[in-house]
């Protein structure tokens, strides 16, 4: 008599699904490369409509950074789910002895890392063509884009899960993640803006406090809404 295999831990579980989706995308490069072109024509584009005798650079840089955040982070989001319903290959995933806790989680893995990269290109393109100084407060922007990171990551995934079973998946989910993703953007534009102005950090604490319960209040909505929206 054979024993059942033990269902892999939810960590082990999610490492696995991530180092697929990622593994496949350092393979392609398509989505980084789109995203990436995208940023940097973004960050062009504004800097040479911009007046700088009428808004000053601080003022317009957070703006910038957070509209090039958001658009970039759709095009990786739309191609967690597109690639495995091609050949079915997101059904045998489901057939695994995968949670769909981790399934989800390994999706909101790579998610990250993809958004994570390409604002790792965007924010010295932006510092670079607005001549932004904010010296040793830039670890706490990157604190910040992390934060807004991670709830963008959690509410794209389930979203472009439910997307995906759809024939207009690339239209539908910008316009079912877009909402979710104004309470998201604000605080973080709002947190960055105080930083580049040169004020204290001190001063953006409050902002930071509204990432910080988005965070925890929509990822674990998200972890438990997503069986449900997987379901045939």
Do not use: Y
């Amino acid at each position: 008599m054979t024993l059942p295999h033990r269902e892999p831990r939810f960590l082990t579980g999610a490492w696995q699904v991530a180092r697929k989706d990622l593994l496949i995308e350092f393979r392609t490069r398509s989505a980084f490369l789109a995203a990436s072109v995208f940023a940097v024509l973004a960050v062009v584009i504004f800097r040479f409509t911009w007046d700088p005798t009428g808004i000053p650079a601080f003022e317009l840089a957070p703006g910038v950074l957070w509209v090039i955040f958001t658009f970039a982070g759709l095009l990786g989001l739309n191609r967690s789910f597109a690639l495995e319903q091609q050949d079915r290959a997101f059904d045998g995933l489901l057939a695994s002895q995968l949670s769909r806790e981790s399934i989800f989680a390994g999706k909101v893995i790579a998610n990250l890392v993809f958004v994570a990269a390409v604002q790792a290109l965007a924010l010295p393109a932006v510092a670079l063509f607005f001549d932004l100084s904010v010296g040793s407060a830039w670890w706490a922007v990157m604190a910040i884009v992390l934060l807004a990171s991670v709830g963008l990551s959690a509410v794209g995934t389930l979203f472009a899960a439910i997307a995906s079973n759809t024939r207009m998946a690339e239209l539908l989910l910008p316009m079912m993640t877009l909402p979710f993703f104004v309470p998201l953007v604000i605080p973080a534009a709002q947190a960055s803006a105080l930083i580049m102005r040169g004020q204290p950090i001190e001063d953006g604490l409050s902002w930071l406090k509204v990432l910080v319960a988005f965070d925890l209040v929509f990822v674990s909505a998200c972890v438990v809404a997503f069986p449900f929206t997987i379901e045939e």
